[in-house]
């Protein structure tokens, strides 16, 4: 199965990235659901189920995500970094007609199980909400430095080497040849479909919870959109490691715990959120860790994501490791 996206020489260039943390729910609820997802959410999923088996809408949702996604539940983001209640209101918003296409085209016959557009909507952005909220939102502090980080990743491999170094470094199973970009996919079958992008452009995102296949929209109604496996993923639900007293002697507590958490990217208000102290000390503790070394930091924007360096993880391995 392949996929190809047409793209004229001026849609190559308006080419952007996001994240979409409503898209993060649709897909956590999925993966809860056993379709789709990978062994790397295991943790979670344990975690998830049980939530979930409480959800009133729990029969509507397993219709919709256990099937081919209608894609209506995954719109595409205005911005880069958009919030939960933007992009619900924008589900919220969807066009009736369009949300009864999809899902005919997603569901066939089963469609006809489901309620009325306008209602459907409404159900369903109701019950995103709460899933959000149980399932997604204590954990969106560490998903979305995971996603930031790679969003720095793709944005260096742009600079570097143009949308070609992108397309090149994004996965597998993107192939971008003498101007054309195809996506192959996992199911062995002939099938081929082309994606018109008609002057809108596409958007490239990177997913915790679409790990670790390649999901693309084949019927966008604007922008075009590929969701790849975000890099980073495997350490995401890791718990630190405890810090030996040797370690804390030397550096202090506070330094050595943020030594401990930093083997995956989390940005400061991360950090301070977990050892219960100010963002301002965070970042005085944390320039003394990159100063000796210990810890690199990437800035987006607004948003510094840091990480333990080889020599920082070094120093936290136990004697055992």
Not at 210 to 225: E, H, L, M, Q
Not at 238 to 262: K, N
């Amino acid at each position: 199965m392949a996929v190809e996206v047409r793209l004229s020489a001026a849609e190559v260039a308006r080419v952007r990235l996001a994240v979409s943390p409503l898209a993060e729910t649709v897909l956590g609820v999925r993966t809860a659901l056993g379709v789709g997802g990978h062994g790397v959410h295991r943790a979670w999923v344990r975690e998830a189920r049980p939530v979930l088996a409480g959800e009133p809408e729990l029969p509507l949702l397993r219709t919709l995500l256990e099937g081919c996604l209608p894609s209506f539940l995954l719109p595409v983001p205005e911005e880069r970094l958009p919030v939960f209640d933007t992009e619900l209101a924008g589900l919220r918003a969807a066009d009736p007609v369009y949300v009864a296409a999809e899902c005919a085209a997603a569901l066939g016959a089963r469609a006809g199980e489901l309620p009325g557009a306008a209602v459907l909507l409404e159900r369903v952005a109701d019950a995103l909400v709460r899933c959000y909220v149980r399932l997604v939102a204590p954990h969106w502090g560490r998903m979305r430095a995971v996603l930031e980080a790679d969003l720095g990743k793709r944005a260096l491999a742009l600079v570097d080497g143009g949308v070609e170094g992108l397309f090149a470094q994004l996965h597998g199973d993107v192939v971008w040849r003498d101007g054309e970009l195809v996506v192959h996919g996992r199911r062995r079958s002939g099938a081929q479909w082309t994606v018109e992008t008609d002057g809108h452009g596409l958007v490239l995102m990177p997913s915790v919870f679409g790990w670790p296949d390649v999901i693309v929209d084949y019927s966008p109604r604007t922008t075009a959109s590929i969701r790849y496996p975000a890099s980073g993923v495997g350490l995401l639900w890791e718990q630190p490691r405890p810090t030996s007293a040797g370690l804390t002697a030397v550096l202090g507590r506070t330094r050595a715990a943020l030594l401990a958490e930093l083997g995956e990217p989390l940005s400061t208000p991360d950090l301070a959120a977990r050892l219960g102290v100010t963002a301002g000390a965070v970042s005085q503790h944390l320039g003394a860790l990159r100063g000796a070394g210990l810890v690199t930091t990437h800035r987006t924007g607004r948003t510094a994501v840091h990480l333990r360096t080889q020599t920082g993880t070094a120093l936290t391995a136990r004697p055992s490791d």
